[in-house]
């Protein structure tokens, strides 16, 4: 895991495929998916509910925890927001 | 063995109703964790019952209004058993008063062991079912909610808050294969209701078109029934056992 963390773009394309899988969007592709689309409303159309899913996947996968809405809301800005988010929680969680 | 290997946790699970539920789905092949508060006598029967019919079980003695206690019981579950289908939020006070005598102490204490407790609960088993996209949440609630009853406000208003608590949460968890209801039960032989006086019994058969108070086995089987595939499609409902009372 410290690999994909450490790479962005890795961490970003990861983060694609991880959204796709937890929320099984079938008419998406991780190409199809840029970096600084918002994950939610005009973005990739995503919702709150959808957003309890990845946190639960966030936590499982990397063990960082969203601890509020607030926090949630500035992590699920863009795919490149939230590979940020991990990044530097990830690091902290050591 | 309708709940074979299923993951359930259930809130005051040593007495009366909530025991009836825990062994109700130990018989059926359940995993069990039951929590309680105080009563250390009950809860030794309890384990002996559990040892006898249930495939895995586990006993906490955790308050429900705290979070640490809640967290720590749940956090133990997860680490034992992986995760947790069903919960059963059942841990319930009474401390009846009239209002005028009903003094803050009191007021809270009931909601913080209901309202609060239930809140606890639900709040930390929920990432395990939406993890698994599966989950079933049955809060016990009580007539006194709907339609109320003199010197039950602090008791009424925290079952109140438990029915409207349920049909939010139920919103929040639909998509995600979890349901959430109530089960409303009338008056049940358990050992809260065998302290009241004959007047009072008395009285309240008169009320139940059965003519007859309820068995804990009869709420337990509209609980395993919202647990079961049966259910899947019903959330955010009250479902009334009470002969007929409401």
């Given amino acids: 895991m410290e690999e994909i963390v450490n790479n962005s773009e890795v961490l970003c394309e990861f983060l694609k495929k991880m959204i796709i899988d937890t929320l099984k969007l079938e008419d998406i592709t991780v190409e199809e998916i840029e970096s600084r689309t918002p994950l939610f409303r005009k973005g990739l159309g995503l919702d709150s509910i959808d957003a309890l899913e990845l946190v639960v996947a966030i936590e499982k996968i990397f063990d960082v925890i969203i601890e509020d809405e607030e926090v949630g809301k500035r992590a699920f800005a863009s795919i490149k927001a939230l590979a940020k988010f991990i990044r530097k929680k990830y690091k902290q969680r050591k | 063995m309708e709940f074979r290997d299923k993951r359930v946790i259930v809130t005051g699970g040593i007495r009366g109703l909530g025991k009836s539920i825990a062994l109700s789905f130990a018989r059926e ?16 029967k309890t384990d002996k019952e559990l040892k006898s019919s249930a495939t895995r079980f586990l006993l906490f003695k955790a308050d429900v209004s705290s979070r640490s ?3 720590e019981m749940v956090g133990s579950v997860l680490d034992e058993w992986e995760y947790v289908d069903i ?8 401390r009846d008063k009239l209002l005028m005598f009903l003094d803050e102490e009191d007021w809270d204490r009931v909601l913080d062991v209901n309202l609060k407790g239930t809140y606890l609960c639900s709040r930390a088993t929920i990432k395990s079912m939406i993890a698994r996209r599966f989950g079933r949440i049955i809060n016990i609630v009580s007539p006194s909610a709907i339609t109320g009853r003199a010197g039950q406000a602090n008791y009424s208003a925290s079952k109140g808050g438990i029915i409207s608590f349920t049909k939010s949460l139920s919103k929040e968890m639909a998509r995600l294969g979890i349901t959430v209801n109530a089960v409303c039960p009338g ?10 006086d004959q007047e009072t019994k008395t009285s309240f058969l008169h009320m139940i078109p ?3 108070f309820g068995e804990p086995e009869d709420v337990a089987g509209a609980v395993l029934f919202l647990a079961s595939e049966k259910a899947r499609y019903i959330t955010g409902q009250v479902l009334a056992v009470d002969g007929g009372l409401t």
Avoid at chain 2, 187 to 196: A, D, F, K, V
């Fill in chain 2, 29 to 44: 092949g359940a995993w069990v964790g039951v929590s309680y508060s105080s009563d250390d006598k009950s809860a030794s």
């Fill in chain 2, 87 to 94: 919960l059963v939020n059942n841990a319930g006070i009474v």
């Fill in chain 2, 69 to 71: 206690d809640v967290e």
């Fill in chain 2, 187 to 196: 008056i049940i032989s358990t050992p809260m209701t065998e302290n009241l």
């Fill in chain 2, 210 to 212: 059965m003519g007859r």
